[in-house]
């Protein structure tokens, strides 16, 4: 189960302004964990095995961290600032465990905005339950219009 809000949708460079943001939101199931980890190749045991993370130090199996991340990059692609973007650099931190069947929403909040460079800055913050689980920053190149 997923769903979207958008404040602007392709937006040119001069429309967007500090404090804009969007939000994704998804239910993460067991199926999403395995099929990350079959795109991803990472199939450490943590996220795969229900009787080896009953060991771990997070007593169940975990999503992936850049599973959640990724929902940045669908934000940036196509809500805020949209098609045509560009990733140019994301800080992650991972503060708290992504568990199945938590639903992540991930939010950017534009920070800045370079006209000139045409890069806009923005917060990164995933939640669960109103706890933020991953946040950082990222840069997003917005090439000219032809």
């Given amino acids: 189960m997923s769903s979207l809000t958008t404040l602007i ?3 040119d460079i001069d429309q967007i302004v500090v404090g804009m943001s969007a939000s994704y939101s998804q239910t993460i199931t067991d199926a999403d964990i395995k099929s ?3 795109l991803s190749g ?3 045991p943590v996220h795969m095995s229900s009787e080896y993370a009953e060991e771990s130090r997070f007593g169940r199996r975990i999503a992936h961290g850049l599973f959640s991340a990724g929902f940045f990059s669908a934000l940036f692609g196509t809500r805020l600032p949209g098609p ?3 990733y140019v650099s994301q800080s992650l931190n991972f503060k708290r ?3 199945m069947e938590d639903t992540v929403t991930a939010t950017v909040t534009v920070t800045e905005v370079d006209i000139k460079r045409q890069r806009i800055y923005f917060d990164t913050i995933c939640k669960v339950k109103n ?3 991953i946040d950082g920053k990222a840069e997003i190149y917005i ?3 032809k």
């Fill in 84 to 86: 045509g973007c560009v």
């Fill in 9 to 11: 949708d392709n937006a």
């Fill in 97 to 99: 465990p992504v568990y």
């Fill in 143 to 145: 090439p000219k219009k």
């Fill in 36 to 38: 990350y980890a079959g």
């Fill in 42 to 44: 990472d199939n450490n």
């Fill in 131 to 133: 706890k933020v689980v």
